[in-house]
């Protein structure tokens, strides 16, 4: 069986699948591209609505993270991490005021000699 004799050769029906192919091939790129980059601008978007103070750091890292997603990664914990916050709570367990000790506890009796 040649090409030639095969359903959709040199038919108009073959032009028209490969359109339609090619356009939910374009479709499908353009869809996951957008997703990818929603979720990439998913840490500036999270400063922008806290008012982030470092939201042009946070910003740099995000585009940097297009080539070193490690940074993307930093611009994420720099988004969601309340940094103030944070050190608030070090400097409070830094400056908590210690228990007294107390004596250490002997469970062990002292040993009476009966003689």
């Known amino acids: 069986m040649s090409l030639m004799n ?4 040199d038919t108009g029906f ?3 699948l490969h359109v339609v192919a090619s356009v939910v091939m374009l479709g499908t790129l353009a869809a ?11 840490p500036i978007n999270k400063a922008h ?3 982030h103070q470092q939201l042009g750091l946070i910003t740099a890292l995000t585009w940097i993270g297009f080539l070193w997603h490690w ?7 720099l988004a969601f991490l309340d940094g ?18 107390s004596p250490p506890h002997n469970d062990t ?3 009476v000699d009966h003689a």
Request: net charge positive; hydrophobic share 45%.
């Open 6 to 9: 095969m359903p959709f050769v």
């Open 14 to 16: 073959d032009t028209g």
């Open 32 to 42: 996951i591209g957008y997703g990818f980059w929603k979720f990439h601008e998913l």
């Open 49 to 51: 609505k806290r008012q």
């Open 71 to 77: 940074v993307w990664v930093l611009a994420v914990i």
């Open 84 to 101: 103030e916050q944070a050190l608030r709570r070090i400097r409070d367990i830094w400056r908590e005021p210690v228990a007294a000790k």
């Open 109 to 111: 009796t002292e040993e």
